[in-house]
Each structure stands twice: as structure tokens, then as C-alpha cells.
């Protein structure tokens, strides 16, 4: 095996060796092609220089010679002009000397007009010459003028003319000037091609030398691989036969691989039945939590009510005591007056003092701790308020037996909120305004009247107590 992979290692290098000097040749024949093609531009670019510099000296010449024409232009422009104004100078002076000539001619016409002498025979033959050199100095003028003319549009003609040579003469610098850069440049890449050439050269020698020596070493590996093959042909076979070998080792690992994944399947889903076992219990302890918490929240507020409760109770005790206090007041107030039998007996309650006492055994600190153990409030089977009619029979004395009793008494009907109802306290308040009026029609005496106070007494504390309870 180490044989064959060695021979592969050596193939391959061969391979890279060769297509590498494909490209040193492929590099070289390149550089070669690069090497006419700026010698060709080089040429270009000299004979392109040339032609601008022979373009160049032609439009010096050129604009020498407009130059020159112009400056000669300029030079008749200037006779012209001197010669215009020397005719103009002769035309007024002629014109005078005809104004003075006729003028003079004038007053002297009736004398002279018998005999002409031959001096005004001169006269006008002088003034018919000065007529004709002013009709021809008036021809020179316009000749000047039409010259004047022809030189303005020639001068225009060759100022634009020469502003175009200036514009091409400054096209031609700057591409003198990019010829000429351009052939630095090209002079700049010609060496630098040179000395790739140089190298590229070199690398080819050695790139040549290298070959051959590898050829060579190939050789005479060549003739060791042969028998390094010879003797690895029977390593193979012995390899063959160990490989079938392998072959059933490898079918019978296989059979055991999937066994083994069938029970790794199994193994899966009994842990994705656990996972949801365990999702199912926690969703149910999360649940109970809630219900935990919710119940702390729920004894937290009864608590809190309780509180409350013992507040309000503590509250009405206080009004009791008030009460009582009043109640015992107008008791001793109206004892003196209420002492016959027969009102006594109307009015007195059916409850005796030992029902009284045996409230007071079992009244504690607050009268709610005896909620759940008996119903003060309660007498054989029936439930007591204020609303009886019973309840307001009997003297005052009756009704408040003793300030201890009374006490717990009232202590335990505020905790009772449920029997002191609004509805009780309307009963009884109806039933003390019925015996109002069955007092009216009996007349009003002083034990009614009495009556009549201690009614209104006990309206007032059914009162507060109902504002008691309500807050």
C-alpha cells in the first residue's frame, strides 16, 4: 500500500513538473508576443511623433506667414488712412478756393461780361480741374473706404484664423506632451519586460535542468517500483483474502448494529413516554402550587377578615358600653314610677337570669372564639333579634337584668350579624310605633309616656348598632 501511494505521489509530481513548464512556455511565448506588440507600438508611437512635430513646425510656419500679412496689412491699412485724410485736406482747401473764386466772380459779372479777358479763361479752366480732381479725390475716399472694408473682414478672417492655429497649435502640445509620456511609459514597460524576460530565462534553465534530474531519479525509481510492485501484487492477494475475511466480520457487525438500533429505538420512546410522565406531573404540581397559593391567599383574607371583625366587635363594645350606660341612667330615672306588678308582667321577657349567667360562662375575650361551640341568640330550637315582640315586653328592669349580662348580650348579637338584620330592626320598630298608638288612645300618663321614652331609648341603639354592623 505505502508502494502504490508513493507511485501516486511521484505521478502527480511529474504531472505538476510538466504542466509547469507548459506554462514557463506558455509565459515566455506570451512575454514574447507582449515584447513585438510594444515594439510595434513604439514605432507607431515615433512615426505618431514625428508627423506631430512635422504638424507642429507647419503651424509656426503658418502663423509666421499670417503674421507677416497681417503686419503688412496693418502697414497699408496706415497709408490708406494718411492718404484719406491728405485727399480730405486737399477737398476742403479746393472747396474753399471755389467758394472764394465764385464769390469773387459774382459782382464783377455785369462788367465783364462784354469782354472776357484770358485771365478768367484760366480762371474757369482751373476751376473745371479742381472739379474733376475733386470728383476723383471723392472716388479715391470711396476706394479707401471699400479698402478699409476689405481689410477689416481680412483682418477679422486672419484673427480667427489665428485663434484657431493657437487652438490646434495648443491640441498639438498636449498630444506631444501624452505622446511623449506615453512613451516613457512604453520605455518604463519595456524594461520592466525585459527583466521578467530575464527572469522568466532563468527559471526556464532551471525549470530545464530540474527536469531532466527528476527524469533521471524517475528512471531509476521506475526500476525499484517495478519490483516494489512485484512484491506488493502478492501483498495485495494476501490482503484480498484477509479483506474477505473482514468482509463477513464487518455483514455480522452490521446485523449486531441493528439490533442494536431497534433497541435504541425501544430505549427512545420509553424515554419520551417518561418525559411525558414527567411533563404530566409537573403540570399537575404546578397545578397544585396554584391551588396552594391560592388557598394561603384565601386564609391570608379570612385572616385579615377575622381582624376585621375582631375591630368592628371591639368597635361595638364600645357603643354597648355606651348604651348600657344610658340605658342604666334612664332605668334608675324611671324606676320610682314603674313599680306596679301588672306592667311589670306585661312588659318582662321570658328569658330568666340563669340563661343570662350561663351566656356569661361561656362568653371569652371576643364572643366570635364561641361561634362554632353554641348560639347565644338561640332558645329551644328558635333564634332571638330584636325584632320579637316578646323582647320589648316586661319592665326595663327585665330588660336590662344586670350591666354584666346586658353586656354580653349585645356583645354576642353583634357577633350574630346575621340575626341582627335590617328587616328585625323595622319589625320591631313598627311594633313599638303600634303600642305609640294604642298609648295615644288610652291616654297619655306618665307611665306611658315613660314607656314611650325608654322605646325610643332602645330605637336609638337598634340604630346604632345597625350603623355598627353596616361599617
Not at 484477509?242 to 455483514?251: R, W
Not at 338584620?421 to 303600642?435: A, E, M, P, W
Request: proline letters at 2%; one cysteine or more; a negative charge.
Amino acid at each position: 500500500m505505502d508502494t502504490e501511494e508513493k507511485l501516486l505521489q511521484l505521478q502527480e509530481e511529474l504531472k505538476n513538473v510538466a504542466r509547469e513548464r507548459c506554462q514557463a512556455l506558455e509565459e515566455l511565448e506570451e512575454m514574447k508576443w507582449r515584447m513585438l506588440s510594444e515594439e510595434e507600438n513604439k514605432a507607431n508611437s515615433k512615426a505618431r511623433l514625428e508627423m506631430l512635430e512635422s504638424e507642429l513646425e507647419k503651424a509656426k510656419e503658418s502663423e509666421r506667414r499670417m503674421l507677416e500679412s497681417l503686419t503688412c496689412q496693418t502697414k497699408q491699412l496706415e497709408q490708406t488712412k494718411i492718404l484719406l485724410e491728405e485727399a480730405k485736406l486737399e477737398i476742403r482747401s479746393l472747396n474753399e478756393s471755389i467758394g472764394i473764386l465764385e464769390s469773387s466772380a459774382g459782382p464783377k459779372a455785369s462788367t465783364v461780361e462784354k469782354g472776357v479777358t484770358p485771365e478768367v479763361a484760366r480762371g474757369s479752366q482751373e476751376i473745371g480741374a479742381l472739379r474733376t480732381e475733386l470728383r476723383l479725390a471723392l472716388a479715391a475716399e470711396e476706394k479707401s473706404k471699400k479698402a478699409m472694408d476689405d481689410l477689416a473682414l481680412v483682418l477679422k478672417e486672419v484673427t480667427t484664423e489665428s485663434s484657431w492655429m493657437k487652438e490646434k497649435l495648443c491640441q498639438t502640445q498636449c498630444e506631444l506632451e501624452n505622446a511623449r509620456g506615453e512613451a516613457e511609459r512604453l520605455k518604463v514597460m519595456l524594461k520592466r519586460t525585459e527583466n521578467k524576460l530575464r527572469v522568466t530565462t532563468e527559471e526556464s534553465k532551471r525549470l530545464k535542468s530540474e527536469a531532466e534530474e527528476s527524469f533521471a531519479a524517475w528512471n531509476a525509481k521506475e526500476t525499484g517500483f517495478l519490483e516494489c510492485m512485484k512484491m506488493c501484487e502478492d501483498e495485495i492477494i494476501n490482503m484480498k483474502q484477509e479483506n474477505a475475511k473482514l468482509a463477513d466480520l464487518h455483514k455480522s457487525a452490521r446485523q449486531e448494529i441493528s439490533k442494536l438500533r431497534d433497541i435504541l429505538k425501544q430505549a427512545v420512546n420509553e424515554a419520551s413516554v417518561v418525559k411525558e410522565a414527567l411533563e404530566i406531573a409537573r403540570k399537575e404540581n404546578s397545578q397544585l402550587q396554584d391551588m396552594l397559593t391560592e388557598k394561603d391567599n384565601s386564609l391570608e383574607n379570612m385572616a385579615q377578615e377575622l381582624e376585621c371583625l375582631k375591630a368592628s366587635e371591639a368597635a361595638a363594645l364600645d357603643n354597648v358600653k355606651e348604651l348600657q350606660s344610658l340605658l342604666v341612667a334612664s332605668s334608675s330615672i324611671d324606676l320610682s314610677s314603674t313599680s306596679n306588678s301588672s306592667d311589670k308582667d306585661a312588659f318582662r321577657s321570658p328569658r330568666t337570669p340563669a340563661s343570662g349567667s350561663a351566656v356569661r360562662k361561656t362568653m371569652a375575650k371576643y364572643p366570635s372564639e364561641n361561634w362554632k361551640h353554641e348560639d347565644p341568640l338561640t332558645e329551644s330550637g328558635r333564634r332571638l333579634s330584636l325584632g320579637d315582640s316578646d323582647r320589648f315586653e316586661g319592665s326595663i328592669l327585665d330588660l336590662v337584668e344586670s350591666p354584666r349580662q346586658k353586656k354580653d348580650e349585645e356583645v354576642v348579637a353583634v357577633a350574630e350579624k346575621s340575626s341582627l338584620t335590617t328587616k328585625s330592626l323595622h319589625s320591631s320598630s313598627n311594633q313599638v310605633d303600634r303600642k305609640q298608638l294604642n298609648g295615644m288612645e288610652n291616654g297619655w300618663d306618665s307611665p306611658i309616656r315613660q314607656k314611650l321614652k325608654k322605646r325610643q331609648i332602645l330605637r336609638r341603639f337598634g340604630d346604632m348598632l345597625r350603623r355598627s354592623i353596616h361599617n
